[in-house]
């Protein structure tokens, strides 16, 4: 072991040792690296600072994480280069990123990677704009004050108490001058409640419009030019800056999208994180984190208070509601009844079916249709949609046989193309099908069993002409509609903004969604609905949601009932009984089968471990020659930990025998099937 002596502070004295992290992404080279310091670059290295230096034959980029006053190892090489002596990795970004690596399998520089933007010279050069001090005065009312317990969490988050907390925020559109919902209007009283007790702040929300209009709010609130923000969207200058911002602690106020949860925020007072269940809060690259956790791991380390909010509660929220690491906050069901808009299933009785025997067949009954046309008379209408396009999803009239594309087996819809006329296409080659019949029973008649926003838009509209027809979906998303009678139909997650609140809102084919092969389809589906129902205006305004579904579903009846926490509290459950995540740890490995082959010959898993698979992912590989097969592996959550260090160990080793193939982990996947 080497030995430097470390300088006392004096003048000409300087650090000899600098630790590094490389960007080396090999498994068994995720360590840091001690490297000499040359007297020629002795004033310009600092904590965190990027530098370049020679590692195994190459340059390799890096950070200096530490100058110890003892190496590892006996022998040094040198320092190449300071690429800037602007720290950009903080020393208390360092435990989070390693912390981070550790509980997905992954390198400290796969974490890096995500945590720290690309330098930009010029800006980096520049001086920076100033950046007012928040000021927290004009904090608005409702919110978390109106909630149980709700103005005990602020008052702890103002003296500077660690205190973790999950908020089922009320599902109601507000009509008053401000129009802020009622979460938006909780996370600024705790960043409010942060800031008055002089502490930094991080928002963390799903997508740039959100970070938009809660950065606009803030900046309301806490004053113009205060609140800095993160995401994909910012040009590689504007991003930069304001990482720099926080990292100088000249932005105490950071709002961003998943990539802010690393960010150095100083003296961080809370962390707010809205709906979680959002899967763009998943990263999709290595080693696949996602803010929920990370955010939870930093409030843990920096001693902060933490706030999660959404209108539905995932399971993994309950399960630590559930073990008492998050204290719950909002309204009991019957009060959240009264003051959000009326739920109802368009056919929840006997009654009802005698009325119409046909509703339980129709895709719009006549409750559904009733609630469009009264909805009309008094504002716009939101139709929810599945799924985009015209006729998703095609069988043969005769015999019910699905569809495929007779060159590669996959799904065939309809597009339509005017006048009357549809084109059959593949949806994952492309190719147009003509002059089609089906191959087991000859008919050239066709049904449509999924129909799309377009379809339903165009039937819509001209059982209602006298109305202006809107139609959103991810292939043009409509960002807002008028206060005026519109109908509006949109798919998940591509709802306009209304003005002043929606008059009535229908959810169409509620049993698709609920079908899907997909562990979290119940989940998805509720979150989708509740966030339909807080775009809807309350009932004393009229307003009302009607879906169209298995009224007896138990999604559907806790949509009714307006109870996330029980809808939550059943969804763990089963998840416990069924043996998934979040009840059990579970490691998902993915690779074409000669390599996952291999990996499973080198991996030890512990001896309670269980394997399911592996199996051929479906649909994993459309246009591509080679399948990728995919291990899931579970264990005791209480045992979490030594699943993890052992999928680790065998990426490690079949890095260091350099064998041949890509294996993905992924440790709790959002996706199981």
Request: aromatic share 6%; glycine share 8%.
């Amino acid at each position: 072991m080497m030995t430097i002596q470390q300088p006392d502070g004096g003048a000409g004295t300087h650090p000899g040792i600098a630790r590094l992290a490389l960007d080396v992404y090999l498994p068994h080279l995720d360590r840091f690296f001690d490297y000499s310091i040359p007297d020629r670059l002795a004033q310009q290295v600092q904590l965190g600072c990027r530098v370049r230096a020679r590692f195994a034959g190459r340059m390799a980029n890096g950070f200096v994480v530490g100058l110890p006053a003892r190496a590892e190892v006996d022998k040094l090489s040198p320092l190449d280069r300071v690429i800037s002596p602007e720290p950009v990795l903080l020393a208390q970004q360092v435990p989070l990123l390693r912390a981070v690596a550790d509980h997905y399998a992954g390198t400290f520089a796969d974490v890096m990677r995500l945590a720290v933007p690309p330098r930009h010279a010029a800006t980096e050069a520049a001086e920076q704009n100033p950046w007012p001090a928040p000021d927290a005065r004009e904090v608005p009312g409702g919110g978390l004050t109106e909630v149980d317990d709700g103005r005990r969490f602020l008052d702890a988050v103002g003296q500077s108490r660690p205190v973790r907390a999950h908020w089922c925020a009320l599902p109601r559109w507000r009509s008053d001058e401000s129009g802020l919902d009622d979460w938006t209007r909780g996370f600024v009283q705790a960043v409010g409640a942060a800031v008055g007790a002089g502490h930094g702040a991080l928002v963390i929300v799903p997508d740039v419009d959100q970070v938009r209009r809660m950065r606009d709010v803030l900046r309301a609130v806490l004053g113009p030019g205060c609140v800095a923000e993160l995401h994909s969207e910012l040009g590689p200058a504007a991003r930069y800056r304001n990482y720099l911002a926080v990292s100088r602690g000249q932005a105490r106020v950071l709002v961003g999208t998943r990539g802010a949860s690393y960010a150095p925020v100083h003296d961080l007072g809370v962390i707010c994180l809205w709906d979680d269940g959002d899967d763009l809060l998943s990263e999709p690259r290595a080693p696949y984190p996602h803010a929920r956790d990370v955010a939870a791991l930093r409030a843990a380390q920096e001693s902060c208070a933490l706030l999660f909010g959404s209108y539905a509660r995932t399971a993994e929220m309950q399960a630590w509601v559930s073990t008492g690491w998050l204290v719950p906050l909002g309204l009991a069901p019957a009060r959240t009844r009264r003051l959000a808009p009326p739920v109802r299933a368009a056919i929840d009785s006997d009654i009802d079916l005698q009325r119409d025997p046909m509703a339980a067949a129709a895709r719009v009954p006549k409750e559904a249709f009733e609630t469009i046309r009264t909805g009309l008379l008094s504002g716009p209408v939101l139709v929810q949609v599945p799924r985009a396009g015209y006729l998703v999803a095609l069988s043969c009239q005769r015999c019910r046989t699905p569809v495929r594309c007779p060159t590669c087996g996959g799904p065939v819809g309809a597009d339509r193309l005017g006048a009357g006329q549809r084109r059959l296409t593949c949806r994952w080659c492309g190719r147009s099908l003509n002059n089609w019949s089906c191959p087991v029973c000859g008919s050239r008649e066709l049904r449509a069993p999924v129909v799309g926003s377009q379809r339903t838009a165009e039937e819509l509209g001209r059982a209602f002409p006298s109305f202006r027809l809107v139609s959103s979906s991810a292939q043009k998303v409509v960002d807002q509609v008028g206060a005026t009678p519109a109908l509006v139909v949109a798919t998940p997650g591509a709802e306009p903004r209304p003005e002043a609140g929606y008059s009535a809102a229908v959810l169409l084919d509620a049993g698709l969604m609920l079908t899907r092969a997909d562990l979290r389809a119940a989940e998805e589906s509720y979150r989708r609905w509740l966030t339909v129902v807080s775009l809807v205006r309350s009932g004393d305004q009229g307003g009302t949601v009607s879906v169209v579904g298995p009224a007896e579903e138990r999604t559907v009846q806790a949509l009714v009932r307006l109870d996330p926490a029980g809808f939550a509290e059943r969804e763990l459950s089963d998840r416990q009984a069924a043996g998934f995540p979040p009840a059990v740890r579970m490691v998902a490995v993915e690779a074409d089968e000669k390599t996952l082959a291999d990996f499973r010959s080198v991996v030890e898993w512990p001896s309670d471990a269980q394997e399911l698979g592996p199996v051929p992912i479906a649909d994993s590989t459309p246009g591509s020659t080679e399948q990728l097969w995919r291990l899931m592996v579970r264990i005791d959550r209480t045992m979490g930990g030594e699943l993890i260090v052992a999928a680790r160990r065998a990426l490690s080793i079949r890095s260091a025998r350099k064998r041949p193939g890509a294996v993905r982990v992924r440790v709790d996947p959002i996706e199981l099937f």
